[in-house]
């Protein structure tokens, strides 16, 4: 007999962000972040809010857990992005068949789009100071 979880983790990245979640089953689909609600912590963008969701939305169990997360790095939006691809973890830990719907949706794939590093004799990564010619 399998023994009952206390909670379901999962580790979320999007360039910098790191977002652990834990998904508490048996919950009314409250989510805190930081200590904060997503109200609180991501403003009144909308988007962020809907891209936090997502993962719950798509697989219809949005009021059966709490959700706890804290995510460190990056910045508003690269946040929400790791947020979403932890919850999608912590959901696959859960139920491992939920692995095409997430998939299908793009959620458990990790954007590996990072920040270009600065170049040596550059302003920034490729931008090259303004030519002069006298």
Same mark, same amino acid.
Do not use: P
């Given at each position: 007999m399998a023994e009952q979880?206390?909670?379901y983790q999962g580790t979320g990245r999007r360039k910098t962000a790191v977002? !652990?979640?834990r998904l508490f089953p048996g919950g009314t689909g409250e989510m805190v972040i930081n200590g904060r609600s997503p109200q609180e912590f991501f403003g009144n963008r909308e988007f962020l809010h809907h891209t936090v969701w997502s993962p719950l939305a798509v697989t219809n169990l949005q009021e059966k857990f709490n959700i706890l997360v804290k995510v460190r790095g990056g910045g508003?939006?690269?946040?929400?992005?790791a947020v979403r691809h932890g919850?999608?973890?912590a959901l696959l830990d859960m139920d491992e068949? #939920? !692995?095409p719907i997430l998939r299908r949706a793009g959620f458990l794939t990790r954007d590996p789009r990072m920040k270009e590093r600065k170049k040596p004799? #550059?302003?920034r990564a490729r931008k090259a100071p303004t030519y002069t010619k006298r």
């Open positions: 979880k206390r909670y977002a !652990r979640v508003e939006s690269g946040q929400a992005q919850i999608a973890r068949t #939920l !692995r004799g #550059l302003k």
